[in-house]
């Protein structure tokens, strides 16, 4: 996935369970982001983080977690607040400097 | 705060013609402007960006124009192919990254 991982590629929630998709990547990027991608609909960015231990909301963040203890790491967590979860999520990192992103494969989140 | 407008939502060509889609931004400090590709069920991939010191970038069929007066930068896409099928995404990363709504864009053999 050029650099990027996530994991896993199908999740299945269930009413009130919190799931937590994980999002790796080797590329030495200090930027990481969370998007989240309805059908047919554009990209809203979810939470972003510009470097280790620190990570801002972006425009849909209500009912989403994340944390950023290792610059290769940036897990996102669907909580149970989160009243419509299912949705594409994708994990992008860009290196300072160079605004390009790189993208993971992309995580298919269904409630259930 | 950061607003980019992306025209059409969606667009027909026949196979063979060009293509062309078209963003506004609003904050005059953004100085990169990248597009991105997105099949579907995929994941988007960027394609082609350009900085603001250049006015037209190309590489083989697609090439990026800016006008930094007006505020707004256009993929074009020549000798379309079937494969060039995709939803496709502009982005203004000044101050946060920013994407526009998309384009849906058929290629008909």
């Known amino acids: 996935d050029g650099g990027i991982t996530q994991s896993p590629k199908y999740l299945f929630r269930k009413e009130g369970q919190n799931v937590t998709l994980s999002c790796e990547q080797n590329l030495n990027h200090d930027a990481m982001y969370w998007y989240r991608q309805d059908p047919g609909q554009g990209l809203r960015l979810i939470y972003y983080s510009q470097i280790v231990n620190d990570f801002q909301k972006g425009d849909i963040a209500e009912g989403y977690s994340v944390s950023r203890e290792k610059k290769e790491s940036f897990p996102l967590t669907v909580t149970s607040a989160q009243k419509n979860p299912t949705a594409f999520y994708l994990c992008?990192?860009?290196?300072?400097?160079?605004?390009?992103?790189?993208f993971g494969s992309g995580t298919r989140l269904t409630v259930v | 705060g950061e607003n980019v407008e992306q025209h059409p939502s969606t667009l027909s060509v026949q196979e063979g013609d060009s293509a062309v889609i078209k963003c506004t931004y609003s904050?005059?400090?953004?100085?990169?402007f990248p597009w991105y590709k997105q099949e579907l069920g995929k994941r988007p991939q960027l394609i082609i960006d350009?900085?603001?010191?250049?006015g037209e970038k190309k590489d083989q069929r697609i090439a990026v124009t800016l006008n930094k007066t007006a505020k707004h930068f256009s993929l074009h896409i020549t000798e379309t192919q079937p494969e060039d099928s995709a939803v496709y995404f502009c982005a203004v990363p000044t101050p946060r990254y920013i994407f526009g709504t998309g384009t849906r864009l058929k290629v008909l053999a």
């Open positions: 904050d005059s400090a953004s100085n990169y």
């Open positions: 992008a990192s860009s290196a300072t400097g160079r605004y390009g992103y790189t």
């Open positions: 350009i900085r603001s010191n250049v």
